[in-house]
């Protein structure tokens, strides 16, 4: 579930690359999570532990195409689950483009 936290981790990997016209690719990788502190209330799911919080990373790896105007980009990207924390597995690659494990972004602008 969607929450809102107090640590952030995010890394966030892309490699961009010329294709024709004005028309580029792109090919990324991301992982992160967020947590809260431990308090009333708070989802234990979602508690940040210090000595198993990588266990709660996810990772995404995707690619792209990017149409750049010189004034303004855009992007429409599809990304891939590799590492689902809430169901704590590895994605193989097989079932990457399997229902709800993929999904498509459209974006203006680059991503970061």
Do not use: H
């Amino acid at each position: 579930p969607n929450q809102a936290g107090d640590i952030r981790l995010e890394l966030n990997l892309e490699f961009r690359f010329p294709l024709f016209w004005k028309l580029e690719g792109a090919l990324f990788a991301d992982a992160g999570n967020i947590w809260t502190l431990p308090r009333e209330n708070a989802d234990p799911a979602g508690v940040f532990r210090f000595g198993d919080f990588y266990k709660s990373i996810a990772i995404d790896a995707g690619l792209g195409i990017r149409v750049n105007l010189n004034f303004v980009i855009l992007r429409l990207d599809l990304g891939m689950i590799v590492r689902d924390p809430v169901r704590r597995a590895w994605i193989p690659p097989s079932q990457w483009l399997r229902k709800n494990n993929y999904s498509f972004q459209f974006g203006v602008g680059y991503p970061f």
